[in-house]
């Protein structure tokens, strides 16, 4: 059945993620890439490419290692703990998910470029400030076999860097999802200063032409179909924030123990001991609400909505935790740029708008639990 | 101590099939109701007044069985079951719905620890009148002016040669007043280190000096009582363990308590009826601040049932919860006063009314953070013993 | 000015009244009416009636020394701190800030019937479990020169005892505020067992006439009347909880100092330190709301919402954050019957439903607040 | 020291209508908007360039008639204002919308240390100079791995007969790159308990020796520095107070020092916004999450503005506001950091865009509950000064 424990595959999983993770992003990496006003990093990608991780959810007939959402949160995580730049959760996950639930030979052939890293992907959803994929406004009209596109699309993750975009837009049928080439003419990013370092970009579509190839299933099911995407990407998003979460309790634990004030290691501060501990048992909780999304998205991805939303609605909210904690208790020197702590901050406050912030979350369950 | 009647349940994959049959055929029809309150609860005793014929006549098949201890050894009145049996015991009993046969402390508490540290001779005596729901038994740790500091022991045992001569005082002795035995801390060193100069003693309750009283709390009536030792005479073969170390037995039961005390925590009320609270209450819907409240509490809820799922399936992958079990009861008797806080909200004036019954609950919560090792002990424990952060 | 410290006079007010509540109205007090089933005290409102507490608020035309609603509050609060039981909120302060507002001999001979302590009151609004007064479906049919009503009210805190009723109820000209004798026929009271143990009824209004003389003020103008006297009692009511917070703070800091666990006292450890100074900030903060919302109803009652709903919402909240600390500070006695804290826990409760809960007055809030 | 042209200010009720008239004939139009950000402030110094015409006008008329500090004794710089007057004062510069002619450490909190702790020779010195905004000053508490523990100060200032011989690293030192003077907390005596061998010392900042580093935090670019001592050379004559007894000094201006910040947590990003960030923000209506935290937001930050009313009211009817000053604090910087925290949810990714300029300010207010005094010590201040528990 769908035990809550990690198998020794996972587990070595975990341990060979750590081992590549630390040697090439740790937290100095990212810190080098924003000094350099940089927001990809190509041969860290494809490291992850060689170790099979941008196929860990791509079909082996495509040529991926097709290890289910659990595995991919395995990575997940460990890379919110050294909080690695990558377009991982884009990619290898929201779209991959999307791809591989279509009976369709393009679709394979695109799985298959994601597992052999030719290409990378963004997710546009987003119209306003907040996410709310219900409301879609960006214009899909129909012109002879294919579709032009207007409007415009904001916090595309990724949206700077990627090579192809799906977009999700409003047509007289419905909801349509596209797949296309980011460089499509008609097509401009904005690329923005994104507190975390990352890239984040705003895409103005400005009657950009698409394919009747280019649609993704059937006009009128696309946001049926990215929804799988979506909450796939909440999960795994979930799973980073943990990662984030326990990296920075961790780092927070090991300076309580060596920092002293009036001649004690801070540590020995109860009032400090049951804030930590507080905190270890939020991180724990969230801990179960992540692996109970992995599992369920894994056994009925139908039937997953209510524990990907309480896994993103627990996991952002302790990673902010853990990142206001950390702050606080390291005092000063938590604050200079020169320490990671305000990293870990920023890449919080980055996941807890991404994919639905905590109210939209709550929401969500508030509803499928009948309030 | 098995009866001639006691049927062998094999560990093959036959066991479901076989429990279930044995399940249709002794559970009487009126025990099917899948009822666990208060009022349906068998606790047995030499006083118990059983509430149908079929409440005696389950307890005696169950007890017959070894099923009122599935997992004891049949020696002592169990039916000697795997882990994993009872596990499928457990699912088809709930298929049935039929209701738990015998409750006690004796079951829960003091059984574990005398399969764990008792003598031969004592698990042969105490135990199958356990199993057999004759003899009720209560706890004594708690002291007036203890608290949290259990090993701040005061009542003593004093060795007279052939027995121990009990005087003191212990509270929060629930069902004090209705147990036919206690088992108890002791001191019988008052010279040595707290820690190492206690006793975990048996006492018989119908002894000449010993005498109880009702707490009434908060919320009402309640099951505590406080329990006087006035020169009572025990034998000293009621010591479990070694004299002096007590202590050790206390501590593993400790951590058995404070587990089921945070799994009880989360079914008190359980998850499912928050929406129904909130879909009741006149504000659930206009009021964003009970709304944003009932949201968090019930997000957090789940996440808490997630986590008892994973330390479950941790348990029977082997891996034993420890000192995590702090955890799961700080975690879980929090978010339940939380919920009874909501609960109260939601009920506006009508949850006022102390005929409401939603009062009562709500201020019974209160003591969850409390019992069992309060919530900063706990938190305590987590930073010592998983952070190892000094103290 | 509004200047938000207390007057020589107020506090010399203080003083005379925690003499009068240590020696009269001790929580001890309140265990024997409990025990005997008792929800009033006649000997203690006596005493409040001769110490001139009852016409508080009454102008001195009809016998009152109208000392203003900051003198009111400081009585409130030491009330809150014995958890006193008497007819002051809904008598000496609903009542009368309603009655001294209408130019009518009827309403000063109301109001010197208060002040002499001839007459109490209670305050008949709810009509569901929660406050708001908007929501009225009492009926008042024109009868004749009158009127009869025909419906419940619910939660009428002290009306079990009270001699005369002040009951909303709508009519086709709109809210009608009525001043009618409890023992009217008709009106059955239903007495319920609150727990703090006082008196709230429920009100069955059985065809209830009324004369015309029994409206105050004009008709449809009920609301709008009777909004002075709620704000009035909310302030009071918050003055009181805050009385409440203080007395359950100090018994617990007491506790602190005294218990000893571990070979010290539980006052020496740092997390329930943090946590006291906390309650103690709240405390502060919730004592300048109260103080601010006193100033304002005797300088500008018409203005005074905003502040009112402050206090009470900060009032509601600071006192069951006191009580529940109280008891989680104590430990298992802090859960028994024998001890004090229950009674506090308690009537926090209450007053956090009594005259609107906290989301009711923090809507008001955000409301003169622009959100 | 007193200009010739340095104007009478009588304490009577023309006193009002005299300094409106004042400030009507002195006051340049250009410094009438009432500007008060970081780009408004003159900080004054050697090397400050003036952002027009205007701002020197205004210093230097302000700064000849006593009003860059009011309140100080005319001898020393100032205008010899009453309490009173000076309230008058502050409410007719409100009312015209003038700017503050001057703002600097030098007048926050030197001066206030000078005025009670300094030789009649040092204030004759060094008071003026700040009055007239010729020399800016910086402090230099901190030091690296000392944080809350500001006693613990290691920088020393080695007696060399004629002379300090000053050798240590300060931090936190806020724009001590743009600084003349500093006045820093050094170690004068190494054997005494920590407390008792600290000397409050100044030190002018173009001493061979001196240097400094800018601070990087992470909300940006910082006014905070690091300082360097290097074999510095500094008179005898510059210990202000008893040398050994610097820790007498620094108490009496962090309790200064925390009043002024409380009351400036408060006005960053004031009370007045929120309504408008939350009917700005997409989801303010429909969020009841969001919602329900801006209204207890908004209902604390009342509380909070109503409390430092009172303690201003208790403060001019002569209660000083002491200890409770550390509630000021504790409770203003963290309702500020929560005001912060519903400021970028609100924002939603908008918020996200460091250029956007909310993020910055958001990640800035971390430092609130750190900087002079954290949230922790000033809990513990309450707990021990104003409750008396032990510790």
Redo the contacts between chains.
């Keep these: 059945m769908l ?3 990690q198998t020794e595959e996972e587990i070595m999983l975990q341990e060979a993620a750590r081992g590549l993770l630390d040697r090439s992003a740790p937290v100095s990496r990212l810190r080098e890439l924003r000094d350099a006003n940089q927001t990809r990093d190509d041969a860290l990608w494809q490291e992850m490419v060689d170790a099979g991780w941008a196929g860990i959810l791509v079909p082996e007939s495509a040529g991926g290692a097709d290890m289910g959402h659990t595995a991919a949160h395995v990575l997940a995580r460990e890379m919110g703990r050294t909080l690695a730049v990558s377009p991982f959760l884009s990619t290898a996950v929201m779209a991959a998910t999307v791809l591989r639930r279509l009976d369709d030979p393009r679709c394979q052939a695109a799985l298959a470029q994601i597992a052999s890293g030719a290409r990378t992907y963004a997710i546009a959803v ?1 119209e ?3 996410f709310n994929p219900e409301r879609i406004e960006l214009m899909a009209e129909k012109r002879g076999n294919g579709y032009v596109l207007k409007g415009e699309k ?2 595309v993750v990724d949206g700077g860097n990627a090579d192809h975009v799906l977009v999700l837009a409003q047509s007289k049928d419905g909801p349509c999802l596209f797949d296309l080439p980011a460089d499509r003419a008609g097509l401009r990013r904005n690329v ?5 370092s990352r890239d ?1 970009a705003r895409l103005e579509f400005d009657d950009v032409a698409v394919s009747g190839d280019e649609l993704l299933g059937a006009a009128g099911d696309g946001r049926a179909l990215l929804r799988y995407g979506l909450e796939a990407g909440q999960a795994a998003l979930a799973a980073e924030s943990t990662g984030l979460a326990q990296a920075a309790f961790a780092i927070t ?1 090991e300076y ?2 060596e ?1 002293k ?2 001649g004690v ?1 801070i ?8 804030r ?3 905190l ?2 939020e991180i ?6 992540v ?2 999304a992995g599992r369920i998205l894994d056994a009925d991805p139908d039937a997953a909505t ?2 990907v939303s ?1 896994a993103k ?2 996991a952002i909210d302790t990673a902010q935790l853990a990142a ?1 904690e950390g ?2 208790m390291h ?2 020197i ?5 320490y990671d ?2 990293f870990y ?2 890449r919080a ?2 996941a ?3 994919l639905g ?7 969500q ?2 509803q499928l ?3 | 101590m098995t009866t001639s009647t006691q049927p062998e349940f094999a560990d093959t994959p036959e066991f479901r099939k076989q429990i279930r049959a044995w399940l249709e055929e002794n559970c009487p029809e009126d025990m099917r109701d899948g009822a666990s309150g208060e009022g349906a609860i068998c606790w047995g005793g030499k006083t118990w007044e059983f509430s149908s014929p079929a409440q005696k006549l389950w307890l005696d098949r169950c007890g017959a069985a070894g099923l009122t201890v599935p997992t004891w050894p049949r020696a002592y009145g169990g039916a000697g079951l795997s882990r994993a049996q009872d596990k499928i015991l457990k699912e088809e009993i709930a298929e049935l719905g039929a209701r738990s046969p015998l409750d006690s402390f004796g079951i829960w508490m003091l059984g574990p620890a005398l399969l764990k540290f008792g003598s031969e001779e004592q698990k042969q005596t105490y135990l199958p009148p356990i199993a057999r729901g004759e003899i009720r038994w209560c706890q004594g740790y708690s002291e007036p002016g203890a608290g949290s500091d259990l090993a701040g022991v005061q009542s003593r045992a004093e060795d007279r040669g052939d027995h121990w001569l009990v005087n003191g005082q212990k509270i929060w002795t629930s069902y004090a007043d209705k147990a036919d035995w206690i088992f108890a801390l002791l001191r019988t060193d008052r010279d040595a280190p707290k820690h190492k100069g206690i006793s975990f003693i048996l006492m018989d309750m119908s002894s000449k000096g010993v005498s109880t009283r009702p707490i009434r709390l908060i919320s009402g009536a309640s099951p505590f009582c406080e329990t006087f030792f006035d020169d009572v005479e025990v034998p000293k073969s009621q010591v479990v363990g070694d004299v002096n170390r007590g202590w050790d037995v206390a501590k593993y039961l400790l951590t058995h308590e404070r587990e089921m005390i945070s799994a009880g925590g989360q079914t008190m009320g359980a998850g499912r009826a928050l929406g129904a609270v909130l879909a009741d209450a006149e504000t659930g819907q206009s009021d964003p601040v009970l709304r944003a409240d009932a949201m968090r509490t019930e997000v957090d809820a789940l996440a808490m049932e997630m986590t008892l799922e994973r330390y479950k399936d941790q348990a029977e992958g082997g891996q034993g919860v420890g000192d995590a079990s702090a955890m799961l009861k700080y975690a879980g008797t929090e978010l339940n006063k939380r919920r009874l806080e909501l609960v109260m909200a939601a009920g506006g004036s009508d949850a006022l009314d102390w005929d409401d019954g939603r009062a009562p609950s709500w201020l019974r919560t209160k003591a969850n953070s409390i019992e069992g090792g309060t919530s900063e002990v706990m938190l305590s424990i987590i930073s010592r013993r998983i952070l190892g952060l000094p103290g």
Tied chains: 1, 3.
Excluded: N, P
């Design positions: 035990k809550l424990i987003d306003g400030s907040k904001r916090f923005s200063a994104m507190i975390d984040a634990t309580l123990k920092r004030q009036f290691t540590a020995s501060f109860q009032a400090l001991q049951h930590a501990a507080h270890w048992c724990e909780m969230t801990t179960s609400a692996l109970q209510l524990a309480v609605a627990r206001r702050v606080q005092g000063g938590g604050m200079t740029d020169a702590m305000g901050m920023k406050r980055v807890a708008e991404w912030d905590y109210g939209y979350h709550a929401a369950v508030a639990r009948g309030f």
